[in-house]
């Protein structure tokens, strides 16, 4: 893995992290325009479109980490978590 996140990431993660970030700021710029115009239904809207936002950055952000386990396993740094069937059966 490089010292760098973002060339070890995966094609997923990049486009959730530049989705956030498009949908975000669009959301940012829809409450503004609707604070100068006095448009209530232009802000609430604005705010949902901002709620999507961090939520599509949150799944970015497991991805991420669902990716970078993945890597820990392949590299031998983490043992590989047994399937849930193993771990019933052994209990």
Known sequence: ?????????SG???K???GSMIISGTGIIL???????K??????????????GVLTHLVGMTVRARDAKAWRVSQGLVP???PRRERKKKS
Do not use: D
Request: no cysteine.
């Open 39 to 52: 448009n209530q239904p232009l802000m609430y809207t604005a705010i949902g479109i901002i709620g999507v």
């Open 31 to 37: 409450a503004i325009i609707g604070v100068n115009l």
């Open 16 to 18: 959730l992290a530049f």
């Open 12 to 14: 997923l993660y990049k």
């Open 80 to 82: 590989a978590s047994r």
């Open 1 to 9: 893995m490089t010292n760098t996140p973002w060339e070890a990431s």
